[in-house]
């Protein structure tokens, strides 16, 4: 649980829909929506202003989608938490979404507790996907394989770290696990990224997946089922 409350905004192109999630948001203590836009041009105007912790971004938006909103804003703020807020699972649009760096994908017909779980989650570090939207995103995602198996890239201690990582382990937890420090590990996950051409922890997580270094049942803490 996040001490500190998580600001959010909310990019959709629907006024309803930005007012209703805000409406269920206010419920929760630990969350404030600090603002939102209704494109991803407008997003990017107001991401430096209003500074939030988490983004509810929308797939599908005029001007600019939520696809292309989510790689400009990542490159003017790398440590951006995004997650794509979606009613049309098309399993392209989802891993375009994780290869342009969104940290969780889920579908708008979510349960309010559940979006806030997938914040505070994100927020933390830790990627949300349901492991329903993780194996569609599995079954194609080529644009992220690489070549080679992880034991051919990667040292035992990095092996070590991504097969944690992709259990749903947060840095302290794998820390405590390997008896290290946050900052190694955090070293660790940057060196494991590098290596292997991957962008975020999401993509990590998916490849331990599609690697075989870790099975689904393996990593149930970090593709829920309650969303498939």
Known sequence: MVSQTI??????????????????????????????????????????????DVILMDLTMPGMDGIEATKKILTIRRDQHIIILTGLLNDERLIQAVQAGAQGCVDKTIDPEDLVQAIRDVCLGKPSLSSGIAWRILRGMSGLETTGQPKDRLSEREIQILRLLTQGKLDGEIARELVLTEVTIRTHISRILSKLGLENRVQAALYGLRSGLVSISESSDLFETRWM
Not at 18 to 32: N, P
Not at 39 to 47: F, M, S, T
């Open 7 to 52: 600001q959010v905004m909310i990019v959709d192109d629907h006024t309803m829909v930005r007012e209703g999630i805000k409406i269920l948001l206010d419920q929760f203590e630990d969350i404030h929506v600090v603002g939102d836009a209704a494109n991803g041009l407008q997003a990017i105007e107001l991401v430096e202003r209003l500074d939030p």
